[in-house]
């Protein structure tokens, strides 16, 4: 009988086991869902999503491994052309305000994570309304034309180096934490090797006289925009 009820208990941790290890995978499948249709360019807060956990970099480098970033010019930033797309606020084509970027509309859902890993991340009250993503782009050293107050960089990725090198603070490891940098100062990123993410949260100027409609917009998607009577104050 002894050896009966140890079998049962021995039965019941198992059941217990199991149930734990199910309940983690359920976890790991919420953490992973939203990543995964980010991917997709869905956001789901639209279809009544409410996210419980918060965002973690391992999700975003998830995230960010399934977009494929489009080739582009940065003339301040390389001489090549990178991998890099920038969401929310953009300056204009040809005049007038700001805008919310073609790539903000086409990866809502992306966007919604990264202001989400953001604001969970940042400190308190920090505003940004659009966020860089950089993919092995090495910059030279330049300076950010049209940002206002402090930007805010990471690194995520598997790589060796790449540290975030500035004026006013010199060589700082960025990986997997966030720096408050001015980008009106000289900057640059040190050699790596390896595969390398970077995001740059930061203000754009233009957002003072952005349409009410992208600011709106922008706002839905979790951009933590600044009062537009504040933009001055911030420059």
């Known amino acids: 009988d002894d050896d009966k009820d140890d079998d049962d208990k021995d039965d019941d941790d198992k059941d217990d086991d199991e149930a734990l290890d199910e309940e983690k995978e359920g ?4 953490d992973d869902a939203y990543a995964i249709l980010g991917g997709t ?9 409410i996210r419980t956990t918060p965002v ?11 977009v494929r970033l489009p080739r582009s010019r940065r003339k301040n930033v390389s001489s090549e052309a990178i991998q ?4 929310g606020a953009v300056p204009p ?14 990866r809502q859902g992306l966007a919604r994570l990264l202001t989400d890993y953001g604001r969970a991340a940042l400190p308190p009250g920090v505003h940004f309304s659009s966020i860089q993503i950089n993919l092995n782009v090495e910059c030279g050293v330049h300076v950010d034309d049209g940002n206002v107050g402090s930007s805010y960089i990471t690194a995520l990725g598997d790589f060796d180096g790449g540290e975030f090198w500035s004026l006013e603070s010199g060589a700082l490891d960025v990986t997997d934490k ?11 990123t040190m050699p790596f090797r390896g ?33 537009k009577t504040d933009v001055p104050r911030l420059r």
């Open 41 to 49: 360019d869905v956001d789901l807060v639209q279809y009544g999503y």
């Open 27 to 30: 976890k790991e499948e919420e």
């Open 195 to 227: 595969t390398r993410y970077s995001l740059v949260y930061f203000t754009h100027g233009t957002v003072e006289s952005m349409r009410s409609a992208d600011e709106a917009y922008l706002r839905g998607l979790g951009f933590p925009l600044p009062a």
């Open 93 to 106: 084509r040809t005049g007038g305000g700001g805008r919310a970027s073609r790539e903000t509309q086409s």
């Open 178 to 188: 966030f720096h408050a940098f001015d980008g009106g100062l000289v900057h640059a």
């Open 84 to 87: 890099s797309i920038c969401l």
């Open 56 to 66: 973690t970099g391992a999700e975003v480098l998830r995230a960010l491994k399934s």
